[in-house]
């Protein structure tokens, strides 16, 4: 066996906890738990090179270590950032982290586009719950918001420049998953764009991680685009055999419908489990799932509104005290309802679905 | 029996007087108070032909909205559907195509809509919850009607008239709103 991890200690909003040698202070802080976790919006732990790039994670370190109790002169990156034996920080009981939070997500919101009502990602975007918490009231900035030509990333992936925060995490998904990366970060400064040199399409068998990684909307299914928001869909945990991943995947079906499929996340919103593209893309029937039950969604996410977990459905007693007989339906729904219609299959169509889906199928039945 | 508080109060019934035993003087007291309520002011209106005004918070109606140019507001993002305590409200979405723009006002909009009034209590949570000012409650009650079919409002019923191709009907629709909205 290998000799023993030395263990130190280290204090976040006076809770200690033994961590060990080389860990980082955002990671000692997950191991408590709770409160006292910075937010991380471009840190990943299954991404190597990850972090310090949004700085949403900054914590004051109140005292540097034991030998050198002097604090840290400035507030530093959590996820960077690796413990002392002795080292005391500073989260949520500092006034001066919240401060710079409240200016860091100020200064990620300058150019965000606020489209969260035609997002896909809304409901699940870690920048919403950022600016949920830690944001303003309205914005200061007075300048128009800079805006990209659009590229196109091929047929199954959606980018939306303007709401990038440029984490580089689909970039560090793409070196480390795939054989070849072909997207990139152009240009430099304010003009810093996620895009493919030249127009090429995001193809590799593994690139659909990158909607999965990516914090906020700006990477999107394509095959989910528009088609159902994320908070109306019920996720259930489902998993298939699969030759390239380990195929354990969450499906967010309406009704017997699979919308969309995405890796199963755990708390902080990371990856599990990688999957392959053709899990992601292209098995969008549930008789290709064996689906194992309801996934945990917290309950102050509203895609807990739906309250699948735990449910239990009451039995139908009609047909039992009326000896067989089925309950009259006095009105069919989709006999006066257009919503939902069942000729349509949404998770059939690969885009978006448009006026030509509503009109054909109305003419054709 | 024992009474249960000490507030029992013992009634003593004496038999009527002569002028009770006639009953017409009551009976003519009776008559004078209900001929006197003839020249009152009278609570009741004539309904279809006279109408009361509406408070200026009443909650009737929805009405989906258009924009200066007749494109529609509504985006489909579902707030309205999540606000729901009725779950009333469903809708679909979709992409606006290339030929599309002047139709509706964002990259994705609502390409069915439907509130069911059987469900619907009116209470404007759908209003507040909108972040796009695309619906709105009215000064107008839901009309009576015989089935039950006829309680689903799709789009046809729900979209504001066009402010450029139906000036009259869209001012219609609109003006009680401006006007409630200045107060």
Redesign the interface.
Same mark, same amino acid.
């Given at each position: 066996m290998a000799e023993e991890v030395k263990k130190i200690k280290v204090t976040i909003d006076n809770i200690s906890i033994d961590v060990p040698m080389g860990t980082t202070i955002l990671q000692a802080a997950r191991m408590i738990g709770g409160d006292v976790v910075p937010p991380a919006m471009c840190y990943y732990t299954k991404l190597e090179g990850s972090g310090g790039k949004c700085r949403t994670c900054l914590v004051e370190v109140s005292k540097g270590s034991e030998a050198d109790p002097r604090p840290m002169p400035k507030l530093v990156a959590s996820c960077r950032t690796g413990v002392m034996d002795g080292m005391e920080v500073k989260n949520m009981t500092s006034p001066k982290v919240e401060d710079a939070r409240n200016g860091v997500v100020e200064f990620l919101l300058l150019n965000h586009p606020l489209d969260c009502p035609i997002c896909d990602q809304a409901g699940e975007c870690h920048l919403q719950d950022l600016g949920y918490e830690h944001g303003k009231q309205g914005t200061r900035y007075e300048f128009k918001r800079r805006t990209f030509d659009k590229h196109d990333l091929g047929p199954y992936i959606q980018l939306h420049m303007t709401r990038c925060i440029l984490c580089y995490r689909c970039v560090f998904t793409a070196d480390q998953l795939t054989n070849k990366r072909v997207h990139g970060i152009l240009s430099r400064g304010d003009h810093s764009e996620i895009a493919t040199h030249i127009e090429k399409a995001l193809d590799n068998d593994f690139i659909g991680n990158v909607i999965d990684v990516c914090p906020v909307g700006a990477l999107t299914d394509k095959t989910f685009r528009f088609k159902n928001r994320v908070w109306f869909t019920k996720p259930v945990n489902a998993h298939r055999e699969c030759k390239c991943c380990s195929g354990k995947v969450t499906l967010w079906q309406r009704g017997e419908e699979v919308l969309r499929v995405t890796a199963r996340k755990d708390q902080w919103g990371e990856v599990e489990d990688w999957i392959c593209n053709e899990c992601r893309f292209k098995k969008k029937q549930s008789a290709d799932w064996t689906i194992e039950g309801p996934t945990h969604v917290s309950r102050h996410s509203v895609i807990s509104q739906g309250h699948y977990e735990g449910m239990k459905k009451p039995t139908e007693t009609f047909s039992a005290v009326h000896e067989g007989r089925k309950p009259k339906l006095l009105m069919d729904i989709h006999s006066v309802s257009e919503v939902n219609d069942p000729s349509i299959d949404l998770s059939a169509i690969d885009g978006p679905a448009t006026s030509a889906t509503y009109n054909h199928s109305t003419k054709k039945s | 029996m024992a009474s249960l508080t000490n507030r029992v109060k013992v009634l003593e019934q004496q038999p009527l007087s002569f002028m009770e035993r006639l009953y017409l003087p009551a009976i003519f007291k009776g008559m004078a108070i209900t001929f006197s309520h003839i020249f009152k002011k009278k609570a009741t209106i004539r309904y279809p032909e006279e109408k009361r005004p509406f408070s200026p918070v009443f909650r009737g109606l929805q009405v989906l909205n258009r924009d200066e140019e007749g494109r529609e507001n509504c %985006? /489909?993002?579902?707030?309205c /559907?999540?606000a729901c305590p009725a779950e009333a409200i %469903?809708? +679909?979405? /979709? +992409?606006r195509?290339k030929n599309?723009e002047h139709l509706y006002r964002?990259? &994705?909009y609502a390409? &069915?809509? +439907?509130i069911n009034m059987l469900r619907c209590i009116f209470c404007g949570l759908c209003e507040e919850a909108c972040? &796009?000012d695309a619906i709105y409650l009215s000064e107008t009650f839901a009309p009576s009607n015989f089935t039950? &079919?006829s309680f689903?409002y799709?789009k046809d019923e729900l979209l504001i008239p066009h402010p450029i191709n139906d000036k009259e009907g869209y001012d219609a629709a609109r003006v009680s709103r401006v006007e409630k909205l200045k107060k």
């Amino acid at each position: 066996m290998a000799e023993e991890v030395k263990k130190i200690k280290v204090t976040i909003d006076n809770i200690s906890i033994d961590v060990p040698m080389g860990t980082t202070i955002l990671q000692a802080a997950r191991m408590i738990g709770g409160d006292v976790v910075p937010p991380a919006m471009c840190y990943y732990t299954k991404l190597e090179g990850s972090g310090g790039k949004c700085r949403t994670c900054l914590v004051e370190v109140s005292k540097g270590s034991e030998a050198d109790p002097r604090p840290m002169p400035k507030l530093v990156a959590s996820c960077r950032t690796g413990v002392m034996d002795g080292m005391e920080v500073k989260n949520m009981t500092s006034p001066k982290v919240e401060d710079a939070r409240n200016g860091v997500v100020e200064f990620l919101l300058l150019n965000h586009p606020l489209d969260c009502p035609i997002c896909d990602q809304a409901g699940e975007c870690h920048l919403q719950d950022l600016g949920y918490e830690h944001g303003k009231q309205g914005t200061r900035y007075e300048f128009k918001r800079r805006t990209f030509d659009k590229h196109d990333l091929g047929p199954y992936i959606q980018l939306h420049m303007t709401r990038c925060i440029l984490c580089y995490r689909c970039v560090f998904t793409a070196d480390q998953l795939t054989n070849k990366r072909v997207h990139g970060i152009l240009s430099r400064g304010d003009h810093s764009e996620i895009a493919t040199h030249i127009e090429k399409a995001l193809d590799n068998d593994f690139i659909g991680n990158v909607i999965d990684v990516c914090p906020v909307g700006a990477l999107t299914d394509k095959t989910f685009r528009f088609k159902n928001r994320v908070w109306f869909t019920k996720p259930v945990n489902a998993h298939r055999e699969c030759k390239c991943c380990s195929g354990k995947v969450t499906l967010w079906q309406r009704g017997e419908e699979v919308l969309r499929v995405t890796a199963r996340k755990d708390q902080w919103g990371e990856v599990e489990d990688w999957i392959c593209n053709e899990c992601r893309f292209k098995k969008k029937q549930s008789a290709d799932w064996t689906i194992e039950g309801p996934t945990h969604v917290s309950r102050h996410s509203v895609i807990s509104q739906g309250h699948y977990e735990g449910m239990k459905k009451p039995t139908e007693t009609f047909s039992a005290v009326h000896e067989g007989r089925k309950p009259k339906l006095l009105m069919d729904i989709h006999s006066v309802s257009e919503v939902n219609d069942p000729s349509i299959d949404l998770s059939a169509i690969d885009g978006p679905a448009t006026s030509a889906t509503y009109n054909h199928s109305t003419k054709k039945s | 029996m024992a009474s249960l508080t000490n507030r029992v109060k013992v009634l003593e019934q004496q038999p009527l007087s002569f002028m009770e035993r006639l009953y017409l003087p009551a009976i003519f007291k009776g008559m004078a108070i209900t001929f006197s309520h003839i020249f009152k002011k009278k609570a009741t209106i004539r309904y279809p032909e006279e109408k009361r005004p509406f408070s200026p918070v009443f909650r009737g109606l929805q009405v989906l909205n258009r924009d200066e140019e007749g494109r529609e507001n509504c %985006t /489909a993002c579902g707030l309205c /559907a999540v606000a729901c305590p009725a779950e009333a409200i %469903t809708m +679909e979405g /979709a +992409e606006r195509q290339k030929n599309e723009e002047h139709l509706y006002r964002e990259e &994705k909009y609502a390409a &069915k809509y +439907e509130i069911n009034m059987l469900r619907c209590i009116f209470c404007g949570l759908c209003e507040e919850a909108c972040p &796009k000012d695309a619906i709105y409650l009215s000064e107008t009650f839901a009309p009576s009607n015989f089935t039950r &079919k006829s309680f689903i409002y799709s789009k046809d019923e729900l979209l504001i008239p066009h402010p450029i191709n139906d000036k009259e009907g869209y001012d219609a629709a609109r003006v009680s709103r401006v006007e409630k909205l200045k107060k």
